[in-house]
């Protein structure tokens, strides 16, 4: 199978590559560095041409309100491509919760992208993965202050990155979806303890204070970004992640 993998140079492109690879089908990288670029189209109908499924990987460069205009226009190159090139197969990799967030434009922004493929003419997937545990260091940043960290208590399920490149790519391989899979890391905790689990395994002497306003996630209300009940659960431990 010739999959073309479009962020194939990210860190969850990279493993998707790999892994398809690695199973025995053709995974071929292509980002702006390979020469192609989703907004303004050029090379994609070559990147997308004799390939059987199209797995976008691709990420807004902002989280404010310009990501609608990103994956509007970038989805809709996309799937003319796709489309031109007969591709049987589309997915994309979302966020858990993500149409349950309204205040968050980038969460908005990926919704969005949802709706442009589910109305598309390609048959599709569409993986949800909760927040990844790679993402923690930039989580803490956001609301660092001095040696200060604040952090609401939203419920998060961190997912390792590995886990969800394998997920990703068993989906491509396969038939089509047409639908939602949800994934998540088999742990729940409130972001506030994280924050200080994590600070605490990489020896950070930075403190962590609960605020429930602070950061993007304080957008998040209840158990929104927690697997829902039909969700697949990923192996790896955030604990064992950290170590």
């Given at each position: ?77 996309l799937l003319a491509a796709s489309e031109k090139g007969r591709v049987r197969h589309f997915v994309i990799l979302s966020i858990v919760g ?59 399920q961190p997912i390792a990155a590995a886990d969800v490149s394998a997920i990703v790519a068993e989906v491509a391989a396969g038939s089509p ?67």
């Amino acid at each position: 199978m010739k999959c073309a993998v479009v962020g194939g140079t990210g860190l969850i492109g990279s493993r998707v590559v790999e892994n398809l690879n690695a199973a025995g089908h053709q995974a071929v990288p292509h980002a702006l560095t390979t020469g192609v670029d989703i907004i303004t189209g050029q090379g994609l109908d070559a990147a997308v041409e004799g390939a059987d499924v199209v797995i976008n990987l691709t990420n807004s460069p902002t989280f404010d309100d310009a990501s609608l205009a990103f994956f509007q226009t970038s989805m809709d190159n996309l799937l003319a491509a796709s489309e031109k090139g007969r591709v049987r197969h589309f997915v994309i990799l979302s966020i858990v919760g993500v149409d349950q967030v309204p205040d968050l434009d980038y969460y908005r922004a990926k919704t969005l992208q949802e709706n442009i493929l589910k109305a598309g003419p390609i048959p599709y997937s569409i993986v949800r993965a909760t927040q990844f545990m790679e993402f923690m260091d930039a989580t803490l940043a956001m609301t660092t202050d001095g040696d200060t960290v604040r952090l609401p208590r939203t419920p998060v399920q961190p997912i390792a990155a590995a886990d969800v490149s394998a997920i990703v790519a068993e989906v491509a391989a396969g038939s089509p979806l047409n639908g939602v899979l949800n994934i998540a890391g088999p742990d729940v905790y409130p972001l506030d303890e994280l924050g200080r689990l994590t600070l605490t395994a990489k020896g950070d002497g930075r403190s962590v204070v609960t605020d429930n306003s602070a950061g993007m996630f304080a957008a998040a209300h209840g158990d929104v970004l927690t697997a829902p009940n039909d969700a697949r659960i990923a192996p790896t431990h955030y604990t064992d992640w950290l170590s």
